[in-house]
T-cell receptor, first 113, second 118 residues
Framework: QKEVEQDPGPLSVPEGAIVSLNCTYS??????FMWYRQYSRKGPELLMY????GNKEDGRFTAQVDKSSKYISLFIRDSQPSDSATYLC?????????????FGQGTELSVKP | DTGVSQDPRHKITKRGQNVTFRCDPI?????LYWYRQTLGQGPEFLTY????????KSRLLSDRFSAERPKGSFSTLEIQRTEQGDSAMYLC????????????????FGSGTQLSVL
């Protein structure tokens, strides 16, 4: 079993829809939770960053962390065609204060005009 | 500052050849990471440097792989005697430890080097 599980999709939604992306994990030591967006042939780009449990909102994006359930989510409101990309969750226990992130498989999202 | 730069963007090589990739991190970042990403998968950690010191290496990094970061600036990743299984996107990322504890986990990635081994 992988440490981080993410539904690979693909996920296709109409423009304006609310998108929900999710990851589950097994390592209770994870404290830092991130969502990266990756366009085709590009490196991942940091979207959202959360420490421990709770919600964080940034514009149309909301990240939720439920450490008791080992479950994190990213919500995208009013989705746009430009949101079409692969979304990767990533986690770290921060133990060595380094960037050794454990990534999910990525969910491919397509937003249709 | 133009972000993390990687060169080349693409590399095609024959099995058994050696290849070397270069990464230039964000100038004020003292930490540098190498990740590998295969098609349909998330990036996997390979190794990381704090300044010029290589602090951690993944089990994925066989003895055919070597990474250096002379003078704590740019880094190179060399693969010797390439195999078809080495075909992947090799991503470099950088971060700074000069912020608070929480910001140390924020990595900034380059666009990667796509390696194809024939």
């Amino acid at each position: 079993q992988k440490e981080v599980e993410q539904d690979p999709g693909p996920l296709s939604v109409p423009e304006g829809a609310i998108v929900s992306l999710n990851c589950t994990y097994s390592n209770s030591a994870f404290q830092y939770f991130m969502w990266y967006r990756q366009y085709s042939r590009k490196g991942p780009e940091l979207l959202m960053y959360t420490y421990s449990s709770g919600n964080k909102e940034d514009g149309r994006f909301t990240a939720q962390v439920d450490k008791s359930s080992k479950y994190i989510s990213l919500f995208i409101r009013d989705s746009q065609p430009s949101d079409s990309a692969t979304y990767l969750c990533a986690m770290s226990d921060g133990y060595n204060q380094g960037g050794k992130l454990i990534f999910g498989q990525g969910t491919e999202l397509s937003v249709k005009p | 500052d133009t972000g993390v730069s990687q060169d080349p963007r693409h590399k095609i090589t024959k099995r058994g050849q050696n290849v070397t990739f270069r990464c230039d991190p964000i100038s004020e970042h003292n930490r540098l990471y190498w990740y590998r990403q295969t098609l349909g998968q998330g990036p996997e950690f390979l190794t990381y440097f704090q300044n010029e010191a290589q602090l951690e290496k993944s089990r994925l990094l066989s003895d055919r792989f070597s990474a250096e970061r002379p003078k704590g600036s740019f880094s190179t990743l060399e693969i010797q005697r390439t195999e078809q299984g080495d075909s992947a996107m090799y991503l470099c990322a950088s971060s700074s430890d000069r912020g608070n504890f929480a910001t140390n986990e924020k990595l900034f990635f380059g666009s990667g080097t796509q390696l194809s081994v024939l």
